[in-house]
């Protein structure tokens, strides 16, 4: 019997916490959701920082090809 897929939704601002958090959960075989709210915050530079850092995740899985790492939806 197959194991069912771990997954886990990942709160993601751009900085370094989030961005380790969501390596993380990469690393230890969770397929990842990505999840960023947009509360008016004054920087945008918020969620472009948090759009960049889910790109370059989703762009590490495809590359990496490893059977535990799955693509940042």
């Known amino acids: 019997?197959?194991?069912?897929?771990?997954?886990?939704?990942?709160?993601?601002?751009?900085?370094?916490?989030?961005?380790t958090a969501l390596a993380v959960a990469r690393w230890q075989g969770y397929s990842c959701h990505a999840l960023t709210v947009s509360y008016g915050q004054r920087h945008e530079v918020e969620m472009a920082a948090a759009t960049?850092?889910?790109r370059s995740a989703r762009k590490a899985v495809r590359s990496s090809g490893g059977a535990t790492n799955r693509p940042v939806r």
């Open 52 to 54: 960049r850092v889910a």
């Open 1 to 19: 019997m197959a194991l069912p897929e771990r997954t886990a939704v990942v709160l993601l601002s751009g900085g370094l916490d989030s961005a």
